[in-house]
């Protein structure tokens, strides 16, 4: 205020801090003087709002893409946010969040550090932070409180193993170099920093910034310049340049009120006549800086790349690149790459804290905090399914089974922890409570938070409780009896023909025979002979033209046109029998006493079900079973007790459940049963 009422300055450099530059930038407006900083990053602070603030430094919201593409090139899916209380921190926070959510992330606890945080303020965050289940942690900080930070998270034993630290560019040797002992304590520690390129006008700067400053002070080791230092000196460099175009001297005082002059107040401030001219010139120039090109677009210096660094040892290692339009890559300027990607291919390994390639999986089990509830059905039978054993000693339950294993594959799939514990729905007796209905109403009833086991996806459960996606395919099918499988019959070799067809070729054998002999014995000597050989012979002859050609000689032309007729049939027979025989050895033919569901409903027969399941509804309400023509049961061994007496006879015709307990209950008694008639489709088994 001083500067523009007893000085009339036309421009104002700085100031350093973003909270300080919103106060400055009001009295820029009020009296057209252009204020530029080199050091105000927050995102609160805009350009195109405020037209005499000009930032020749980069936005700190230019650096979320580069931080939302390390986050999704990991996997991680939930990150801590720890901010500086201040606007530089604050400004960045809901880009942060936007930017997240673009890549299936989000922030999931906001950790606020004082602006002149107490060594407790800083330990109490940490203390939150160490027992939640998120390992990422995102921290935005200026190097005065971040080196703090840093500091006492390592001596808490947070930056080892397990544990994930990304910083802004707040936290880069670039803009703001930190102490050697934050340093050591950021080991494994990633961020992202703006991209300097490498020129000879800034190598020619540095050497002889370090040769000045060794000859006025000889003691002091002299740090590398930062970022915001080549940012001050190419502003310094623009301002200079636009005053030369801009300056008129008839214009270099300010058009003021008739007020007093004592006092310093808004009221007296008087208007800029060279400033509207002065950030004309500025915004209009190109050239090329120390710390590239400077060109103010938009009121401000526009990032081409951020730089992926890792902290290791005392230097801070590049390990990649960041473009809005290329995305992730481990060398700049890859003109062979095409498509925006972000995977950790793209960058070189990086040292993770711990000293460890492996990169932290970015959550562990939280020490503290609400287990999920899973309610598991207690079942007698098909325990390949779901299984709970009791130990005798301690009482203490152990579950195993098909749905169990599913379960803990998709919980180790999850980038995520969810702790929980199973509540097996169980009466006193340790014997299960009800149905799987009732099981699945104790959601419901927020007695459980999920259900695990072999649950089937039906319609109706839906109107109570979510189901996940099915895991299993499954349907309603029938199994019946089979009857036993004739290719253990002894006398199958009888089977291809009918006892009255046996009979009938038998019959044919023996008239042909007696044909042949009438028309050969008078006349024919090898027909001749005592009885006993004649009639041996009338049996022989009609069999022997089965195999080979009969040695007894034929006179007769009758005789040999039924021989004709015969061999014909005796042809059409063999042939007949051979191909039965081969359908009887070769085919295992399953004969089900009942294929057809009408036929069990119209015959009144009893038919089981799993006891508990869903089928019983099913049964009575879509199939329109009689309820007292159904009977429960509870494992296979007695699914094959019921089917093996049948209706008759105490037990069962058929036996309806799901495809996968069919399918366990014919892999342990495949010759016995078989499945039948139509699948009635359900969705399948799902959580």
Excluded at 260 to 278: A, H, V
Excluded at 614 to 636: A, H, K, M
Aim: glycine residues 6%; charged residues 20%; proline residues 5%.
């Amino acid at each position: 205020l001083d500067l523009m009422e007893n000085e009339e300055v036309h421009a104002i450099l700085g100031p350093q801090w973003s909270s300080q530059a919103k106060f400055v930038i009001d009295l820029g407006v009020k009296a057209q003087v252009p204020i530029i900083s080199f050091s105000a990053t927050s995102p609160s602070l805009s350009p195109t709002q405020s037209h005499y603030f000009v930032r020749t430094a980069y936005e700190d919201s230019l650096q979320v893409g580069a931080l939302a593409a390390v986050v999704q090139a990991y996997g991680w899916r939930e990150i801590a946010l720890v901010y500086e209380d201040t606007e530089y921190g604050k400004g960045l926070v809901p880009y942060l969040g936007d930017a997240f959510q673009k890549v299936d992330a989000r922030i999931t606890y906001r950790s606020v550090i004082p602006p002149s945080p107490e060594e407790i303020d800083i330990v109490k965050e940490l203390n939150k932070l160490l027992v939640m289940q998120t390992r990422v942690f995102l921290v935005h900080m200026t190097a005065v409180i971040g080196s703090r930070f840093f500091v006492l998270a390592s001596e808490a034993g947070m930056v080892s193993e397990d544990f994930a630290w990304i910083v802004t560019d707040g936290l880069s040797s670039l803009l703001d170099p930190v102490s050697s002992k934050a340093l050591d304590s950021m080991q494994g520690v990633v961020g992202v920093r703006p991209h300097v390129p490498p020129s000879q006008s800034r190598r020619n700067f540095e050497e002889r910034w370090t040769k000045l400053n060794a000859e006025r002070n000889s003691q002091d080791e002299i740090a590398d310049l930062s970022l915001f230092g080549l940012w001050a000196y190419d502003t310094v460099s623009a301002l200079a340049l636009a005053g030369e175009m801009a300056w008129e001297p008839a214009k270099s005082r300010y058009l003021k009120p008739n007020r007093s002059r004592n006092n310093l107040d808004f009221s007296s401030i008087g208007i800029s006549e060279m400033g509207p001219k002065l950030l004309d010139k500025i915004l209009s120039i190109k050239f090329q800086g120390l710390s590239g090109e400077f060109n103010l677009p938009d009121g401000q210096l526009q990032a081409i790349a951020f730089e992926i660094f890792n902290v290791v040892g005392q230097t801070e290692e590049i390990i990649g690149y960041w473009t809005s339009a290329q995305g992730l890559s481990p060398e700049l300027n890859q003109s062979t790459k095409e498509e925006y990607t972000a995977s950790a291919n793209d960058l070189k390994p990086p040292t993770w804290p711990g000293n460890t390639l492996k990169p932290p999986k970015g959550w562990v089990m939280p020490i503290s905090g609400k287990k999920l509830r899973i309610g598991v059905p207690q079942k007698d039978g098909f325990s390949e399914f779901f299984k709970i054993e009791w130990d005798p000693h301690t009482g203490v339950p152990s579950y195993s089974g098909f749905a169990h294993d599913m379960f803990l594959a998709v919980l180790d799939a999850l980038p995520f922890a969810i702790p929980h514990r199973y509540v097996p729905y169980v009466n006193e007796s340790r014997q299960s409570a009800g149905t799987y209905d009732e099981m699945l109403s104790e959601i419901k009833l927020q007695k459980v938070d999920a259900v695990v086991g072999d649950t089937t996806i039906v319609a109706y459960r839906s109107s109570y409780v979510d189901f996940t996606l099915p895991y299993s395919d499954s349907g309603v099918a029938m199994i019946v009896a089979i009857e036993d499988d004739e290719r253990r019959n002894t006398w199958i070799f009888i089977k291809p023909l009918s006892w009255n067809l046996w009979l009938t070729t038998g019959l044919a054998f023996i008239f042909t025979g007696s044909v042949v002999w009438l028309l050969e014995h008078r006349t024919n000597e090898e027909f001749r002979g005592r009885r006993s050989q004649q009639i041996g012979l009338i049996l022989w002859f009609s069999f022997s033209t089965l195999v080979f050609a009969h040695r007894e000689k034929i006179a007769n032309n009758l005789t040999r046109l039924v021989l004709v007729v015969w061999v014909f049939v005796v042809l059409i027979l063999t042939q007949s029998y051979t191909a039965n025989l081969a359908s009887f050895l070769t085919v295992q033919r399953f004969t089900p006493q009942f294929v057809d569901v009408q036929d069990l409903i119209r015959n009144r027969l009893f038919v089981g079900y799993q006891e508990g399941s869903y089928v019983r509804g099913f049964l009575v309400r879509q199939l329109n079973f009689d309820e007292s023509r159904l009977i429960p049961y509870g494992s296979p061994e007695e699914y094959h007790e019921a089917l093996s007496k049948g209706s008759e006879n105490g037990g069962v015709a058929a036996i309806f459940d799901d495809l996968p307990c069919i399918k366990l209950f014919l892999a342990k008694y495949c010759n016995k049963y078989k499945m039948v008639g139509p699948t009635y489709k359900t969705d399948g088994f799902g959580f």
